[in-house]
């Protein structure tokens, strides 16, 4: 059976004052210590955000980006399997047929993403035959102030992208040799957008 025990408050607990006192003179010792003393001996742990920021881990899911060709067409083929995939139901294509003499059938006429509805889980980038959408940009999902402002179209995420390196049919078995790192995932953009920045512990 358990044993209870009982914390009987003495007169000094009872006045309350004191252990208030007490209290906040700790925390007054701490704040003094890690503003005076810092840089040089602080303990404060706060990363200054959006200055500092965190070395982000090589498979950091950030927002989209839709990436490009060679030719600066989107990569995209409106399979539509991202947003079959998608467990959030927020990605929106409506496809459209090529006019021009290739063997690529459609193009996405219209592509958005609800990025305040997206669970960030990734499944649209795995899904994608194409390497048509990714997240390695390190870029968080900037603040908004309206909700639309998180609706992003596809001009929207072709600004994010970049030329993409898959190869139709994948690249063979000597694809080591000829592979191309994706850039520095640790990369920092500032409220604008722009890379730049300071990261962290670099
Ligand atoms: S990351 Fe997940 S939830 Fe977000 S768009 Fe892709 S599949 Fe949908
Ligand atoms: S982004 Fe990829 S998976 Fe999604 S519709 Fe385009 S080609 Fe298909």
Redesign the pocket.
């Known amino acids: 059976m358990a044993k209870v025990i009982s914390f009987q408050r003495g007169l000094w607990e009872q006045l309350y004052v004191p252990e208030i006192v007490r209290g906040m003179s700790v925390t007054l010792k701490h704040f003094l210590y890690n503003t005076l003393l810092r840089p040089w001996k602080s303990e404060i742990c706060t990363v200054r955000y959006p200055e500092e920021k965190r070395i982000y881990p090589e498979r950091f899911?950030g927002v989209?980006r839709l990436m490009k060709r060679e030719d600066g067409t989107v990569r995209c083929v409106a399979c539509m399997m991202?947003s079959t995939?998608?467990?959030?139901n927020?990605?929106h294509i409506e496809a459209g047929e090529r006019e021009d003499e290739t063997s690529i059938e459609k193009y996405p006429v219209r592509f958005d993403?609800d990025e305040l509805v997206?669970?960030?889980?990734?499944?649209?980038?795995e899904a994608c035959p194409c390497d048509a959408i990714r997240?390695d940009g390190g870029q968080h999902m900037p603040p908004v102030e309206h909700r639309h402002e998180a609706y992003f179209r596809k001009d929207d995420l072709l600004n994010r992208g970049s030329r993409g390196v898959a190869v139709q049919g994948g690249a063979g078995p000597g694809w080591r040799e000829t592979y191309q790192p994706l850039g520095d995932t640790r990369q920092v953009y500032d409220r604008e957008g722009n890379l730049g920045g300071k990261i962290k512990g670099s």
């Open positions: 899911r989209h991202c995939v998608c467990p959030a927020c990605i993403i997206c669970v960030v889980c990734g499944f649209c980038v997240m």
